[in-house]
């Protein structure tokens, strides 16, 4: 399925409005009954990307736990896609949790493999635990070499790769 054009496209909606509400915000709105009109008109179109974006995902960590081989092509494609937007860290989050317990084909554990690499340059300051479990249910020498020569390489994303090792060994030593 790989990168979802449309996704990024809500994502980025979600971004730009959220950009705009911050642009308008005032420090001395503290009572709301002073927030102007054009205000409370980008809060709405803010609410209504929001809405855009999640609403085609929202139930799909859910329908990764039990098991749906459609919602896990969806849900690696979100991964793949790394849509950069308010809360689409914690649905990444999620997905990447359930997945860790999913059946993958073959094709898909090349994939899940990309998607950890690929977290070596996106990854913020949270979510180790849930990135880790993914490697840990695809880990092979492959990964376990990528991630190393990374490692190696130091730096962001070899500090970034050492903690998902370190957590991808701490979720296969829990499945065991």
Do not use: K
């Not at 990528?146 to 903690?163: D, H, K």
Request: glycine residues 6%; aromatic residues 8%.
């Amino acid at each position: 399925m790989g990168v979802d054009p449309e996704l990024r496209a809500r994502a980025d909606a979600v971004a730009e409005a959220s950009d705009n509400v911050r642009a308008q915000w005032r420090r001395d709105w503290v009572d709301p009954s002073l927030r102007t009109r054009e205000y409370e008109i980008v809060l709405g179109w803010f609410v209504q990307a929001l809405e855009a974006f999640f609403t085609p995902v929202e139930q799909l960590p859910e329908q990764v736990r039990v098991g749906d081989p459609e919602a896990i092509e969806v849900a690696l494609s979100y991964l793949e896609t790394a849509p950069r937007c308010f809360r689409s860290g914690y649905l990444a989050e999620q997905l990447m949790r359930r997945l860790a317990r999913a059946h993958f084909t073959p094709d898909q554990r090349t994939r899940v493999a990309s998607i950890v690499i690929a977290e070596t340059s996106h990854r913020q300051s949270r979510g180790w635990r849930d990135i880790g479990a993914l490697a840990g249910a695809v880990w092979d020498d492959l990964l376990a070499d990528s991630l190393a020569v990374l490692s190696a390489r130091g730096g962001l994303r070899g500090l970034r790769a050492t903690r998902i090792t370190a957590a991808a060994a701490v979720w296969r030593a829990s499945t065991r």
